[in-house]
């Protein structure tokens, strides 16, 4: 593999601790700045936002340019938001720093798998944009509890400069080690923006944002949950989230395994098995033990759905998966931005800081509903374009006797 790819990766990890980590410093960001724990919840909502919109405006913005200068620019980017992040003197400053750093995000996923599988030969291909992701998958069992734990004994302010940090060397990873390559060509955007007529693709889409957002329904407000409800000391949310990362990677693993092979039976126990731990974190969330076992189940279970998901949506765009792909990787984010918003609204309302988890639960039901209703739609087109196929409609056709 080349150096590239490192290169590739230490960008990939540092996003990755970026969108994570202000979860576990939800307490410390709040108190600082004079705000409820449902408004620091906004932290988590703008940057999600941001994915959502600056993953197709970048990407479409990136065939313009080559694809180096732009992953140096979008490495930019992400340190101008974390910078800001760091050194914001007022909660709306420290949102505009998140939302900045979160434009970066999708772009640079997209872009970066593209120049992943051009550094490499045919066949290794797919261990390459693998490498990338591994940055991300490690930045959740690394990088955020590092985060967490220097933000809650150093100060959130740290962190988020040390995040700026990496995205410098990322940065000059990418100028030093990637390849000069040719500008992509043109997106030819009515081509693309044609496989948003097809419902299975929207379905999908839909899967994602309310499946995604189940898990981030609870883990969002994990560290008032856990100290407030559970008993944990401040400090232990640290190996919490390391328990949630380890989590994320098996289920990983798992989803991308079996997506191949039976992806929509795979949505299916993953999405109701989901659905139940979230409800039954509402109890577990009392007693430490249930609860730790609880948060690596979430982290499992939730991240199990990504690669089925991914996997479904470019299936269904096939032909014109660019697009539809990108914007897949906001949905993720817009299932992140929906969740911690209603989590928000039902602490505020009183319900205590177990009831996202609710909220979470019928989020990834709502989910498994879909994915069945989509099934059953591509059985009926499967049945009828047989049909259509044989030129005798079904109910014409005559039995044969023997």
Excluded: C
């Excluded at 190996?239 to 949505?267: C, K, S």
């Excluded at 979430?298 to 479904?312: C, D, E, H, N, S």
């Amino acid at each position: 593999m080349p150096l590239a790819l490192l290169a590739l990766a230490i960008g990939a990890f540092g996003i990755g601790t970026t969108e994570f980590v202000i979860m576990g410093l939800l307490p410390q960001v709040a108190g600082d700045f004079g705000v409820s724990i449902p408004t620091a919840g906004l932290l988590v909502t703008g940057y999600a936002l941001g994915v959502v919109i600056g993953a197709p405006v970048m990407t479409v913005l990136g065939t313009k340019v080559p694809r180096k200068r732009m992953l140096m620019l979008l490495m930019g980017l992400f340190i101008a938001g974390n910078l800001l992040s760091a050194v914001a003197p007022a909660f709306a400053v420290m949102l505009i720093g998140r939302v900045v750093a979160s434009l970066a995000h999708g772009a640079f996923f997209g872009i970066g798998s593209v120049v992943a599988a051009e550094l490499v030969a045919p066949h290794k291909k797919a261990g390459a944009i693998a490498m990338m992701f591994t940055g991300l998958t490690v930045a959740n069992v690394v990088g955020v509890p590092l985060g967490t734990l220097i933000g809650q004994h150093v100060g959130w302010r740290v962190t988020f400069g040390l995040v700026a940090a990496l995205g410098v060397i990322g940065l000059a990873g990418v100028a030093k080690l990637v390849p000069e390559m040719p500008r992509s060509e043109g997106v030819h955007l009515r081509h693309e923006l044609a496989a948003f007529k097809n419902a299975q693709v929207l379905l999908a889409m839909a899967m994602t944002v309310l499946g995604f957002g189940g898990v981030f329904a609870a883990v969002t407000y994990i560290a008032p949950m856990m100290t407030h409800t559970a008993g944990f000391a401040e400090g232990s949310v640290t190996w919490l989230l390391v328990l949630f990362g380890l989590g994320m990677v098996g289920g990983n693993l798992i989803g991308g395994r079996f997506a191949d092979r039976a992806l929509m039976p795979m949505l299916y126990v993953s999405l109701g098995a989901l659905a139940l731990v979230l409800a039954l974190f509402t109890v577990t969330a009392h007693n430490k033990i249930a609860a730790a076992v609880t948060i690596f189940l979430i982290g499992a279970l939730g991240f199990a759905t990504v690669p089925p998901l991914q996997k479904r949506v470019l299936d269904q765009a096939h032909g014109a998966p660019t697009l539809a792909s990108a914007v897949n990787i906001g949905a993720f984010n817009l299932g992140n931005a929906l969740s911690a918003w209603l989590g928000g609204i039902v602490i505020a309302a009183g319900f205590g800081y177990t009831s996202p988890n609710w909220v979470g639960a019928a989020l990834a039901a709502g989910a498994l509903v879909l994915a069945v209703l989509s099934a059953a739609l591509e059985r009926r087109h499967g049945a009828r374009s047989t049909v259509v196929a044989s030129g005798t409609p079904a109910a014409q056709q005559t039995p044969v006797h023997h």
